[in-house]
């Protein structure tokens, strides 16, 4: 006798999204699922053979139904600070950013005066600001922080994460930091005095500042949790420095309290610690794992620092920066593998990308490929790039909602002209080249069907995606950067039951996508999220 299922999810729209070398694309009525496993997919008539008396029947009302969304790069602390400080995301002016900023200040003195100080207690922070969308395309500086406070250290992140602001007290109390940085990562202006503007690795002594405690960062980790639900997303990979997240991650997975799959990929500079405690690559529960070691090579586009072999457009004398120059990332390259560790680089320029490409060529101790080696971003591959991608097998792991940079007038023809705007985030000719897509959000923002909306509405052929192809990349491609392709990303007996129902078709409203709202968010078969 066939054993009862302990949910069915019937009346639905399911799509397999099966690999086309395994039939493609596939549609179903229904779902049984068994001890977190996909038991069969069918005719709602067939599956509901499966029905006991304790089996739960969900009722999908003809919503779609898809494999749970992999988010393939996040920062979740990042992401669950929007939520808890002045999320400045919408800002559309450096005067709307002060105001958020202002009323995040009013909130702290607030807090402040109903609890103990904690270690960012006194901080004012705000994240995710991007000046690009801004008539007045600057960055935030000193002049418009101090507005917030004179008193209390205000710091205010680019969405990039590679340019911050900070106010005069900040600039005093990290004075000697900064005196030893260099002059082009903290601009000046004409009288000498710090603008207030902070790139790269300068920012590094605020971020370990402003880092949470472990309870804080639950805190946040859960807000940003409920977030993922709430879009769909099932599993994330976490680039994770410094940070309390880990052990958060682990203590939920052991309360049962985690509601994603996560793996995380840990920065260089963890590597002699992870080798040392045995955590390798793919170790750990079916909630929790490590995943690659991580480092950069360049910078962004936002703050002029991507690598690249020709001169910006708005800055003719400047083609960006190393923050890991290319020997740098070949020792690390040769160390991480030489231990065993799958490995990944944030690379956004051209030079950039063909370094990682040498790397792992000329420096990696496991095949790149069988490694499923990564590259972070590759916003401008070249023909010779997309080519070394295929042949090596490395995999792109990318982030689609940053075309939203590639409409006329956006960051990428200002820092990069017209024609070589056209020629980022081709996505359409490296699936064509047959390179590895993985989808991934970098949290800005943290949301599946955002990223998928820009790959199908791409302004340039060259870019755009059809809208099963972009949704593979955000489930079945996500998974195998993470060697979890036998377990997660299509809907199929054997895997297990992560899925997302939209309350809309993304095939039927491919030029709205973004609008689409989730109506349901199953892990391992259990509802974790319910917006019907």
Known sequence: MTEAADRIFVNGEVHTLADPEDGGDAVREAVAVRD????????????????????????????????????????????????????????????????????????????????????????????????STWDESRYLTREDLDRVSTERPVAAFREDMHVAAVNGVVLDRFADALADAPDETVP?????????????????????????????????????????????????????????????????????DLTARVRINYWSDHLDALDESGLATNAGSDTVRTGAIKSYTDGSFGGRTARLSEPYADAPDETGQWVVDPEELRETVAAATDAGFQFTAHA?????????????????????????????????????????????????????????????????EERLGPERTAETNRYREMLDAGVRLAFGSDGMPMDPLVGVHHAVNAPAEPQRLAVTEALRAYTSGAAYAGFDEDRLGTIEPGKRADFVALDASPWERSDAIDDIDVGLTVVDGEVVFDGR
């Open 188 to 256: 000046a202006d004409d009288d000498g005095e710090p603008t207030g503007v902070l790139l790269e690795a300068t920012i590094d002594p605020i971020y370990r500042a402003v880092e949470p405690d472990r309870v804080e960062t639950r805190a946040v980790v859960e807000a940003a949790l409920d977030g993922c639900a709430a879009r769909g997303i099932t599993g994330f990979h976490d680039m994770v420095r410094n940070s309390h997240a880990p052990r958060v991650y682990r203590d939920l997975d052991a309360a049962g």
């Open 36 to 131: 977190g496993a996909i038991v069969r997919t069918g005719r709602t008539h067939d599956v509901e053979l499966l029905a006991g008396v304790g089996t739960d029947v969900v009722d999908l009302d003809g919503r779609v139904l898809l494999p749970g969304f992999v988010d393939a790069h996040t920062h979740l602390t990042t992401v669950g600070r929007y939520l808890v400080h002045a999320d400045l995301s919408d800002a559309d002016a450096p005067e709307a950013a002060v105001d958020l900023l202002a009323e995040r200040a009013a909130e702290v003195e607030n807090e402040e005066s109903g609890r103990e100080s904690t270690e960012t207690g006194d901080w004012v922070l705000g994240y995710g600001y991007d000046e």
């Open 348 to 412: 956004i320029g051209d030079e950039a990308i063909a370094a990682v490409l040498d790397a792992y060529e000329e420096a990696s101790e496991t095949d790149p490929g069988e490694a499923r080696h990564r590259i972070e971003h590759v916003e401008l591959a070249d023909d010779e790039a997309i080519e070394r991608l295929a042949e090596t097998g490395v995999v792109a792991s990318v982030q689609p909602n940053f075309l939203k940079w590639a409409g006329e007038g956006g960051l990428y």
